[in-house]
């Protein structure tokens, strides 16, 4: 008497099983690559807009290629152009401006500075983040080569006399821009600045 032929130990699919798990795993791999496509794709697409709004900040503040004196700066360009474009693009930015008026003894360029653990005093005022206002239009002997002129920020109560910390994929622009310097003989003369423009997305905003 023939003897009947045992199945699968869970029935008819038992001995599909083994075949069932590479399927699934190909599947998953699949699906965590299209995750990790997508990902890569948003943070691109982010970068780029972050620099394009970035370029428009930069555009406004440097269209005159002159910063003639800082209440014109802080009340028109900072206020009623430079915040209202960041708030349309869902921005938070920092604009400097340094001032390169009076080379001190034995230097030559321009210094730049880029933020660490526990600057001194004087190396963190080099900084394109640090925020203070010097009111004098005009420089003097005693100004700080490269000090931060003026600023403008759409970030709530920035602390000022100190750098204001920026996120790590902030993008960070760069340009000259004619400042006004000595006064010689009764006249003003323009010298060399640089504007600092700072900007990233603010969090939350896709």
Same mark, same amino acid.
Not at 28 to 37: H, K, M, S
Not at 52 to 77: D, M, P, R
Not at 131 to 146: A, C, H, I, Q, W
């Given at each position: 008497?023939?003897?009947k032929? *045992?199945?699968g130990?869970?029935?008819?699919?038992g001995?599909?099983?083994p075949s069932?798990?590479p399927?699934?795993?190909?599947?998953l791999?699949?699906?965590g690559t299209?995750?990790?496509a997508?990902?890569?794709v948003t943070g *691109?697409? @982010?970068?780029l &807009?972050?620099r394009?709004?970035g +370029?428009?900040?930069?555009?406004i503040?440097?269209e005159?290629?002159?910063?003639?004196?800082?209440?014109?700066?802080?009340k028109?360009?900072?206020?009623?152009n430079?915040?209202k474009y960041a708030l349309s693009?869902?921005?938070?930015?920092?604009?400097?401006?340094k001032?390169y008026?009076? &080379?001190?003894?034995?230097?030559?360029g321009i210094?730049?500075y880029y933020p @660490? &653990?526990?600057?001194?005093?004087?190396e963190?005022? +080099?900084?394109?983040t640090?925020? &203070? *206002?010097?009111?004098?239009?005009s420089?003097?002997?005693?100004?700080?080569?490269g000090?931060?002129?003026t600023y403008?920020?759409?970030?709530p109560?920035?602390r000022t006399?100190?750098?204001? *910390?920026v996120?790590a994929?902030?993008?960070t622009?760069?340009?000259?821009v004619a400042?006004p310097c000595a006064?010689?003989d009764?006249?003003?003369?323009?010298g060399?600045? +640089?504007i600092n423009v700072?900007v990233w997305?603010?969090r939350?905003?896709i």
């Amino acid at each position: 008497m023939r003897m009947k032929q *045992k199945r699968g130990f869970v029935g008819p699919l038992g001995d599909d099983l083994p075949s069932i798990f590479p399927i699934i795993a190909a599947v998953l791999l699949f699906v965590g690559t299209l995750v990790y496509a997508n990902g890569l794709v948003t943070g *691109k697409n @982010r970068t780029l &807009e972050t620099r394009q709004a970035g +370029l428009g900040l930069s555009y406004i503040v440097t269209e005159k290629g002159l910063i003639q004196n800082q209440t014109e700066f802080e009340k028109k360009t900072c206020d009623n152009n430079l915040k209202k474009y960041a708030l349309s693009n869902h921005i938070q930015f920092v604009v400097t401006i340094k001032r390169y008026c009076v &080379e001190p003894p034995g230097q030559h360029g321009i210094r730049f500075y880029y933020p @660490r &653990e526990n600057p001194a005093p004087q190396e963190a005022r +080099l900084s394109p983040t640090y925020l &203070e *206002k010097t009111r004098t239009e005009s420089s003097d002997p005693n100004e700080v080569y490269g000090h931060t002129w003026t600023y403008c920020t759409n970030v709530p109560n920035p602390r000022t006399n100190e750098i204001l *910390k920026v996120p790590a994929d902030a993008v960070t622009f760069t340009y000259p821009v004619a400042v006004p310097c000595a006064i010689i003989d009764g006249l003003p003369t323009n010298g060399l600045g +640089l504007i600092n423009v700072i900007v990233w997305k603010e969090r939350g905003k896709i």
